[in-house]
């Protein structure tokens, strides 16, 4: 059943992305939906599928249009689909996008047959993986700190109860007009944040653990907009920021008269202390080099240049921890010659990638076997999966890592004593400063220790 969303007001933006090839039709609302009515012969076929993503209120209109373009690019229309979808910025708070998504494959003359592999719950784990990466990626290149994580907050070990989204905002909450059901959704979502805002003042390093998940440093406007959804009513808002303004895991940063004041989290600050003497240890470490012989067998008749021969031979060479900064066309030539090189010294090489699309790239480029860095972590916290001493660990997209990933991963890396290879877009890196945490470990290494 197709839904009438008119009465919600106009939309910011909309549009309609299709593959390259498909008629031009398709780029007409009415012609597009009409087609798909008239393409289905049961009268209780699945017409569409019905996305809804949150946008970044940090995130600028344009940069948002731009976030929800390269996602639906890469998640839908490069498989076949044709994706419609607006913009809703009604509330300033609650940006957000509707995609709507036709289920057969786009074909130059209408549809093929229906993908029915597009209704699988693991595709749409998947599409939630992806859309965090894409969001997290826009939102770095536009200089923000804030992070996006698809994980349930039981993955993310946060005390923390899950909130309820019913379809309707907290202003209404006490509109007794509401059917029946509607008002039991909103009584426990109000029970939720009430327990929540209880957690919170019985412990405020609660909040301050998960606030600093989502960013390093925040402002006490962000803490009041983190509680908002956290607490029920305004005295426990109030009396939950008191609790985290008067907490000693709060530490201020910069000249306490600086406008707005900010803010971050002592453990965060631990873990910063942590990633460095870790970084200092690994790359100070003199072992684990290739002998000459063996360099000479792994360099790769794509390794020219003697610039390229350089940063190969700074790779494979002594310490238990390497940082390269290079553009993506130039790091695969460069991981695969390091591959066969380790591989020819009987290392094993592993790959792990800031997101399933990093992964990807990183394998077929040079040939390294990757899994994301999320579920190796989640298989060292299982106790599935360990490190080996003769394994070197190629991170690709590392610019991306936070904070206490980064030493999560050196911490495992160092206790036997692995090798570490961690590789950074060098545009994005730029793009990012400050706020990448491989900013802190390029600057604790020095010129000597980074490859660019």
Known sequence: MMR??????PLAHLEIMAPTGTAEWVHDRHALWNQVDATERRKDSQLARAIEVALPVELSHEENIALVR???AQEFVSKGMIADF????????????????????ATSTGFGPKARHWNRKSTLVDWRAAWADAANRHLARAGHAVRIDHRSLEAQHSELAPGR????????????????????????????????????????????????????TFT??????????????????????RAIMESNE???????????????????LEAEKSLLKRVSTMSGRRRRGLAAGVRSAGLAEHLRTEEERRVFDHLVGE?????????????????????????????KVSGFASSKIGAANLQSSSGIRSRTLVERETAWTEGRDLLMLDEVCVVDGAEMIGVKQLERLLAVADKVRAKVVLVADAGQLEAMGAVSPMRMIIDRMGAQGVER
């Open 4 to 9: 009438d969303y008119t009465h919600r007001g």
């Open 70 to 72: 390269d996602f639906i």
């Open 86 to 105: 607006g913009i809703c910025r009604s509330d300033p708070t609650n940006p957000h996008a509707r995609i709507l998504l036709t289920l057969r494959h």
């Open 165 to 216: 989204k019913i379809g309707i905002g907290r202003r209404r909450d006490g509109d007794e007009t509401l059917p029946e059901h509607l008002k039991e959704r909103v009584a426990e979502r109000r029970r939720i944040a009430q327990e929540n805002g209880e957690t919170i003042l019985e412990d405020p390093t609660v909040a301050l653990r998960a606030l600093a998940h989502q960013r390093s």
């Open 220 to 241: 006490e406007q962000d803490i009041i907009q983190f509680l908002m959804r956290r607490t029920d009513g305004a005295a426990q808002l109030e009396a939950a920021l």
């Open 250 to 268: 709060l530490v201020p940063l910069g000249a306490p008269d600086a406008t707005p004041a900010r803010f971050t989290s002592r453990d965060l």
């Open 319 to 347: 310490g238990d921890l390497k940082v390269l900064a290079a553009a993506d066309g130039s790091k695969s030539a460069l991981l695969a010659a390091a591959r066969r090189a380790w591989e020819a010294q009987g290392l």
